[in-house]
């Protein structure tokens, strides 16, 4: 079992920045995969990046490429999702979740992949 929480949202202007840090529990930390979702009110949940059990594989949703990063640090448990010039419309409940058999492909743009989710940050970008 994983528990992953969230930390790093607010309230910032548009072009600003934000460092989210998503804390994970559990001794197999190193062995998943790692993604970023976001869902903004009325909208579905949607990928916005992940990143392979080493760190040596990065995937980003068009929208964010450029301005995102995402990393992570296995010994701290822990995976991180930089942001800069951010928008308006990146205004959204951030998610962190895990992937538990460490698989590295496209399916890992869809959440049903992903087996452990956070309680989710807000973030709220103003114009």
């Known amino acids: 079992q994983v528990q992953l929480v969230e930390s790093g949202g607010g309230l910032v202007q548009a072009g600003g920045s934000l460092r989210l840090s998503c804390a994970a529990s559990g001794r197999t930390f190193s062995t998943y995969a790692m993604g970023w979702f976001r869902q903004a009110p009325g909208e579905e949940r949607e990928f916005v990046a992940a990143?392979?059990?080493?760190?040596?594989?990065?995937y980003y949703a068009d929208s964010v490429k450029g301005r995102f990063t995402i990393s992570r640090d296995n010994a701290k448990n822990a995976v991180y999702l930089q942001m800069n010039s951010l928008k308006p419309e990146d205004t959204a409940v951030y998610y962190c979740?895990?992937?538990?058999?460490?698989?590295?492909?496209?399916?890992?743009?869809?959440?049903?992949?992903?087996?452990?989710w956070g309680q989710g940050t807000q973030v709220t970008v103003s114009s």
């Open positions: 979740a895990a992937e538990s058999l460490g698989s590295w492909s496209l399916r890992l743009i869809n959440s049903y992949e992903y087996d452990y």
């Open positions: 990143i392979s059990w080493s760190g040596g594989s990065t």
